[in-house]
């Protein structure tokens, strides 16, 4: 299993840009998330999915926007990039949207993300 | 403030040396608390997790304690090795206006040759 995959590994955006961060794993997990990382804070939910057709808001979702019309595919776009949303974002899944102990969530490798 | 505190922020060591990474957390109440490394350029992998009822749960060279009393859990490192050069994150889980999983900075630990 390649387990969660994102893409791209690096981008930099001009302020009004817009793009889209791919992300997609192979484990068939229903519960899908995307999280930004900034120095000195903890990663922070952006939005979430509980399944194919299934999406809410986490804690800063503002600029973002989610879909996810299958069970592998979660990608996140930004509408018209700002420098505030330079960060590194990781996608994860895991197998249920409660949280049961046994039901870790695997991270992909990150993109970073700098907007100028 | 922070629901989830780690400290400290970062901390050098000597290959071969023990040490100590802190976690204070506010969530309550408190479903369970995870532990990730997280390798420069990676994203985090769980090292443990433990819910309420257990106070001690290792990995290897990992071991993480929990006081739930005291809301405080600790990573205790064992003879350290180059590798264990990374970034840790403490993660609880709780009820804080619904339930939430909630993440610290992080601890950047630096281990020397």
């Known amino acids: 299993n390649a387990g969660v995959t994102q893409t791209p590994k690096f981008q930099v955006l001009k302020t009004g840009q817009s793009m889209t961060l791919q992300c997609a794993q192979d484990?068939?997990?229903?519960?899908m998330s995307w999280y930004r990382q900034d120095p000195g804070m903890g990663l922070r939910l952006i939005h979430y999915?509980?399944?194919?057709?299934?999406?809410d808001q986490g804690e800063v979702p503002n600029g973002y926007n989610v879909s996810r019309s299958t069970t592998e595919d979660f990608p996140l776009r930004l509408l018209s990039a700002a420098p505030s949303q330079t960060s590194v974002y990781f996608c994860?899944?895991?197998?249920?949207?409660?949280?049961?102990?046994?039901?870790?969530?695997?991270f992909g490798p990150g993109t970073r993300l700098t907007v100028l | 403030k922070n629901q989830v505190e780690q400290s400290p922020q970062s901390l050098i060591i000597l290959e071969g040396k023990n040490c100590t990474l802190q976690c204070n957390y506010t969530v309550s109440p408190f479903s369970n608390l995870r532990w990730y490394k997280q390798d420069t350029g990676r994203g985090p992998v769980s090292l443990t997790i433990m819910t309420f009822s257990e106070n001690t749960k290792s990995n290897g060279r990992y071991t993480a304690t929990l006081d739930a009393d005291t809301k405080q859990s600790s990573l205790h490192i064992t003879a350290s090795q180059l590798s264990d050069s990374a970034s840790y994150i403490c993660v609880v889980r709780g009820f804080t206006g619904g339930f939430k999983t909630i993440f610290g900075a992080g601890t950047r630990l630096f281990v020397k040759a």
């Open positions: 994860a899944s895991k197998h249920g949207s409660g949280g049961a102990p046994a039901d870790t969530q695997y």
């Open positions: 999915s509980v399944g194919a057709g299934i999406t």
């Open positions: 484990m068939n997990h229903e519960y």
